[in-house]
């Protein structure tokens, strides 16, 4: 088993959708869970944060950490033409200072119709 | 504007041919890192450095050499390219010991050895 796994898409939504994007994991050390935006053409970008379980919300955006099940989401409200992107999960044990690698899901590639 | 900036953005070479690309972030960050993207394999880490003149391998190292000699330069180089090294090359920066895992990318180095 892949140490991160995420749904390989791609995904096409109607505008106004609600999108839901999931990872799994094997490590049950991984503590911190990232969520990253990729446009075409660009560099990932940081999107969401968690540390541990819970939920965290930034506007339209939940990310969602589940440790029980080693599972974590990405929801997305109101999707929007804009949100049209590739989505990365990443995880790691630790804080880069404590020399721990970020390991990456393979990406989703969303795309929100007008 | 705070920036990771890769050069060049676009590289044909030839088997071989010993390249070099360049990367400078000018955010006095500790921590940078190459990656290298690929379809259905993810973003992969090739090497990483945590400050001047320490460096360490990624999970995919080989037929990669990098230094550091300044903090703000961290320049990957393939000695003798092959096929297989075909790919989008993104480099990354952070700050060390910074909770939130926020890398910065630069906008990607498109190599084809042929």
């Known amino acids: 088993q892949k140490e991160v796994e995420q749904d390989p898409g791609p995904l096409s939504v109607p505008e106004g959708a609600i999108v839901s994007l999931n990872c799994t994991y094997s490590?049950?050390?991984?503590?911190?869970f990232m969520w990253y935006r990729q446009y075409s053409r660009k560099g990932p970008e940081l999107l969401m944060y968690t540390y541990s379980s819970g939920n965290k919300e930034d506007g339209r955006f939940t990310a969602q950490v589940d440790k029980s099940s080693k599972y974590i989401s990405l929801f997305i409200r109101d999707s929007q033409p804009s949100d049209s992107a590739t989505y990365l999960c990443?995880?790691?044990?630790?804080?880069?200072?404590?020399?721990?690698?970020?390991?990456f899901g393979k990406g989703i590639t969303l795309s929100v119709r007008p | 504007e705070a920036q990771v900036t890769q050069n060049p953005r676009y590289l044909i070479t030839v088997t071989g041919k010993k390249l070099t690309v360049t990367c400078s972030q000018n955010?006095?960050?500790?921590?940078m890192s190459w990656y290298r993207q690929d379809p259905g394999l993810g973003l992969r880490q090739i090497y990483y450095s945590m400050n001047v003149e320490v460096t360490d391998k990624g999970d995919v190292p080989e037929g990669y050499k990098v230094s550091r000699k300044e903090k703000r330069n961290f320049p990957l180089i393939l000695e003798s390219p092959s096929p297989n090294q075909t790919s989008l090359y993104f480099c990354?920066?952070?700050?060390?010991?910074?909770?939130?895992?926020?890398?910065?990318f630069g906008s990607g180095t498109q190599l084809s050895v042929l």
């Open positions: 990354a920066s952070t700050f060390l010991g910074q909770s939130n895992e926020k890398l910065f």
């Open positions: 490590n049950s050390a991984f503590q911190y």
């Open positions: 990443a995880m790691s044990e630790s804080y880069t200072g404590a020399n721990s690698k970020l390991t």
């Open positions: 955010m006095n960050h500790e921590y």
